[in-house]
T-cell receptor, first 122, second 108 residues
Framework: DAGVIQSPRHEVTEMGQEVTLRCKPI?????LFWYRQTMMRGLELLIY????????DSGMPEDRFSAKMPNASFSTLKIQPSEPRDSAVYFC????????????????????FGPGTRLTVL | GQNIDQPTEMTATEGAIVQINCTYQ??????LFWYQQHAGEAPTFLSY????GLEEKGRFSSFLSRSKGYSYLLLKELQMKDSASYLC?????????FGTGTKLQVIP
């Protein structure tokens, strides 16, 4: 499996522009997560989906952020309009395959991260 | 809510043993994870504990005490490539919360 795929890897844009980040989860995983990571705030969960349905979007900073998952193999995170404070690395992660048998080395909650998108808003 | 505490930075010598602690307060507990993150890269899964005790996986071991809200990651025979951030993450009722990570520097 190729793992979680994200695009683009780097994005530089100007304030006010729309930004769309894309993610393809690992095949068979039924959970998909969007995170944002900065030096100041660490890794923050923005939103997560289960079977393509958004479950918890309480981490989405404001209405400028939106996320969709139209099917099991694709998700987008959109920022419109973008602001300099949105500059961060955005990670997508997926989970859902594991075992409930001891030694519990792999949980169905184990998340596998994509390489991230480094977003810079000027 | 959930709160996770871990030291910000640690330094250890190549070949030595280092223990990275994590304490947590959570409403509901369904497991604790450790992730490794090298600079400029994505976090990668290291270990998972849901029951009390020690889980060993090669040079890395992870310990959990649910009654104390405490875990540690033990790294043996440290190598230079172990220099990275180590993230403690707790699975509550419905979602995982990550700590801010411990940046480990391994020196010769």
């Amino acid at each position: 499996d190729a793992g979680v795929i994200q695009s683009p890897r780097h994005e530089v844009t100007e304030m006010g522009q729309e930004v769309t980040l894309r993610c393809k989860p690992i095949s068979g995983h039924d959970y998909l997560f969007w995170y944002r990571q900065t030096m100041m705030r660490g890794l923050e969960l923005l939103i997560y989906f289960n079977n393509n349905v958004p479950i918890d979007d309480s981490g989405m900073p404001e209405d400028r952020f939106s996320a969709k998952m139209p099917n099991a193999s694709f998700s987008t995170l959109k920022i419109q309009p973008s602001e300099p404070r949105d500059s961060a690395v955005y990670f997508c992660a997926s989970s859902g395959l594991g075992t409930s048998v001891r030694p519990y080395t792999i949980s169905t909650d184990t998340q596998y991260f994509g390489p991230g998108t480094r977003l810079t808003v000027l | 809510g959930q709160n996770i505490d871990q030291p910000t930075e640690m330094t250890a010598t190549e070949g030595a043993i280092v223990q990275i602690n994590c304490t947590y307060q959570t409403s509901g507990f369904n497991g604790l994870f450790w992730y490794q993150q090298h600079a400029g890269e994505a976090p990668t899964f290291l270990s998972y504990n849901v029951l009390d005790g020690l889980e060993e996986k090669g040079r890395f071991s992870s310990f959990l005490s649910r009654s104390k809200g405490y875990s540690y990651l033990l790294l043996k025979e440290l190598q230079m490539k172990d220099s990275a951030s180590y993230l403690c993450a707790v699975m509550g009722y419905q979602k995982v919360t990550f700590g801010t990570g411990t940046k480990l520097q391994v020196i010769p």
